[in-house]
Every structure is written in C-alpha cells, then in structure tokens.
C-alpha cells in the first residue's frame, strides 16, 4: 500500500527533480532539489515507455485547480529531441525549467533587452539580467552571448535584444496563415496536425496539398525564459512550449547541495519566487 500510495503521489501530486545548471540563478541553484507542483496545473497522463521509445505520444491532463501563470517557474521536457530541430516532438528523457514569461493569450516583445506584454505594466522576469542585455553591444560581441534568435531568419532582424511583437497562440485562437505567421508558427501547425506546412514565393500556405488562409489552434502554448537570461537556453532560441509538455510547477527547495556535496542548509524548504 505504501508502494501504490509514494506512485499515486508522485504521478498525480508532487515529485522532485535535482537542477544541474545556472540557467535559474539566482533564484534556483546547481544543486537544488526542487518539489514541482503537478496538481494545481493538473497532473498528466500518458504511455510513458512509447515515449521513452521516441514515439509520439497523446497526452491527457488531470483537471487542476489553476491555470500556469506569469511569473510561474515551470519544469517541462524539452520539445526538440536530440539533432532535430525541424520538427517539435517531446523529449521525455530531458527536462528543462525556466519562468513562464507569456501566457496563452498575450502579445510578447523585448525592446532594449526587456521583456514587455501588451496591457500588463508588471515586471516580467529577473530585470536586473535584462539590464546586462540591455547593456551589450548589438553584435553582442566581448560576451559570447548568441544575439540571433527565434525564428532565425535575419530577415526580420530580431535579437535576443529587440523582438517581436509575438502573439502565444492560446486553444481555439484563430491565426491568419500568410507567410510571416508560416514561419513563426509553422512547427506548432505541424506538430498539431501532423502535416507539412511550406510556403511559397508568393507568401500562401499550404498544409500538406490544402492552401490555408487561417488556422485554429488545438493547443495552449507558453513563453518561457530564464532567469539567468545571459546564459539559458529558452523560447528566445528555440520558441513556444506545447502546454502538454509541462509536468509542472517548481514549487519549493527540499535541499540544495553545494559541489563538494556540502548541504546549504539556508536553502532547504526555500519557496521559488
């Protein structure tokens, strides 16, 4: 019963991951042991081992209780597996965690190096890491720091310092389909419908062999950044996460320890803010 009940508990209400990077910092730590949240957002529910196997799998989430937010530090698997990046599909084995930023729904840019949405004057994300991107040169130079970005087409010319504006699509949202929207949301179409989307010379989409001039979206989807913006790996790169590749909300540090295996104990039972 104690077997059946520790499953239960961690299929559907909390589990524990161990972050192993800086991309967090300061607010999360290489070392930390974070409790991560399933049941407010909803727990999911698919076959584990045919996704372990690389297949593609349909995934069912529990009801919870609240929707992700603003602000949120979510843990998800990656949505490109190994040496593919035409295509989203979930990587089960690799698990990320960075803030949400956007929400389904919201209008996203970063003018100057900081994050803005539309209609909301809050602060998004760690603002004093958006003041060191606001501080590089455009050509990023001297840091090492990728400027290009997401969608990786210099045509638009966006930079981890200026881009968008940027719709997050949300469930049911109806999106024009021209050659722009083609290539910002191009793999989310196909990932959804499991066809291929081109574009021709003269800016139509076409969804396999049908041309389309608009498209209702099946998913919600999320901008997610880190907090160590100079060094995290986030939608800014690699785009918009699939609401069904979230396991959850990282919620609280059970333990942290150091790399010499010494416990920072100021950091046990830490709420991620």
Not at 118 to 140: C, F, H, K, Y
Not at 169 to 197: A, F, I, S
Request: aromatic residues 12%; neutral net charge; contains cysteine.
């Amino acid at each position: 019963m104690l077997l059946v009940a520790y499953v239960l508990i961690q299929v559907f209400v909390v589990t524990s991951f161990r972050i192993p990077s800086d991309s967090m910092l300061p607010a999360i730590m290489p070392g930390d042991c974070v409790w991560v949240d399933k049941c407010s957002g909803g727990a999911r529910l698919f076959n584990l081992w045919a996704a372990i196997d690389g297949q593609e799998v349909d995934v069912k989430r529990v009801p919870g209780w609240r929707d992700f937010r603003r602000g949120d530090v979510l843990v998800f698997n990656f949505p490109y597996q190994e040496g593919r990046w035409d295509s989203i599909a979930m990587d089960v084995r690799k698990y990320f965690v960075k803030r949400c930023i956007a929400v389904p729904g919201d209008t996203l840019e970063i003018r100057g190096g900081y994050y803005h949405i539309r209609g909301v004057t809050d602060r998004l994300g760690n603002v004093a890491a958006q003041r060191e991107i606001a501080l590089l040169p455009d050509s990023g130079s001297g840091r090492d720091v990728v400027m290009e970005c997401y969608p990786w087409d210099r045509r638009l010319g966006w930079t981890i310092k200026e881009f968008g504006p940027l719709v997050v699509p949300r469930k049911g949202m109806v999106m024009t389909m021209d050659g722009l929207n083609g290539l910002l949301y191009g793999r989310l179409v196909e990932w959804e419908q499991k066809r291929e989307l081109q574009t021709d010379s003269r800016g139509d989409v076409y969804l396999g062999d049908s041309l389309i001039r608009g498209y209702v979206f099946r998913e919600n989807y999320y901008f997610v950044g880190g907090d160590n913006a100079l060094n995290s790996q986030d939608s800014r790169y690699w785009g918009l996460l699939p609401e069904p590749f979230i396991v959850g909300r990282a919620w609280r540090i059970w333990k942290s320890v150091d790399e010499d295996g010494r416990i920072r104990w100021e950091r046990v039972l830490r709420k991620i803010e």
